[in-house]
């Protein structure tokens, strides 16, 4: 069982392009979220998924976007990316959105924006 | 507005001595709480969680936490570390979903964990 995976694991990128993260989990959950990961700031949740078909905005939306097609996958696109974007972006999911549900992560994807 | 304080940014201890990491919460009703740590280079792992009943918890690689409403905290504690425990480690505040901004889990900033041999 593999969880939840991520591609790329890292990637360098000129600022103005065009990004998408690729997020998949196997784990049939219902809720993904897509969280960045700063020096001194922890984790900050840019989207969720309630379940395929709907999304929401998190903490720090500005600059991403997000999709849901369908229940294993959550990709998360930077229109055009800013040098403030470098970060190590973390994908999760859990089997609902209530507080009450561990939330499992995958390995992460570190991102630089030059 | 719910919030996680994690007042110890970087600690260090010896090998072998007990541990205790700070976490403080602010949450207007009963808070679902969690203890996550994450290895470096490596995505978040649960160590344990607390929902009600028992306000000692137990969790894997030996870690347990006791929960304080009074304190509103959710210390986390290992009697002897071992140097495979040097890592980041996360609380975390969980609470209904209410279809607001913050999702479902809200993290503190983290505290890192050196262990001297």
């Known amino acids: 069982i593999a969880g939840i995976t991520q591609a790329p694991t890292s990637q360098i990128l000129a600022a103005g392009r065009r990004m998408t993260l690729r997020c998949t989990q196997d784990m049939r959950h219902n809720a993904m979220y897509w969280y960045r990961q700063d020096l001194g700031l922890g984790l900050r949740l840019i989207h969720y998924?309630?379940?395929?078909?709907?999304?929401g905005k998190g903490e720090v939306p500005d600059g991403y976007s997000v999709s849901r097609a369908n229940t294993d996958d959550f990709p998360l696109t930077l229109a055009s990316a800013v040098p403030s974007q470098t970060s190590v972006y973390f994908c999760a999911s859990s089997v609902g959105l209530a507080g009450y549900n561990e939330q499992f992560f995958g390995p992460g994807t570190r991102l630089t924006v030059l | 507005a719910q919030s996680v304080t994690q007042p110890d940014i970087h600690i260090t201890v010896s090998e072998g001595a007990s541990l205790e990491l700070r976490c403080n919460y602010s949450y207007g009703a009963t808070p679902y709480l969690f203890w996550y740590v994450q290895s470096p280079g490596q995505g978040l792992q649960l160590l344990l969680k607390y929902f009600s009943g028992d306000t000692l918890v137990q969790g894997i690689k030996g870690f347990e936490a006791e929960f304080k409403r009074s304190q509103s905290s959710f210390n986390l504690r290992k009697p002897s570390v071992h140097w495979s425990d040097a890592a980041e480690y996360f609380c975390a505040v969980g609470g209904m979903n209410y279809g607001g901004s913050q999702g479902n889990l809200i993290f503190g900033k983290g505290t890192k964990l050196s262990v001297k041999p």
């Open positions: 998924s309630n379940t395929a078909g709907t999304t």
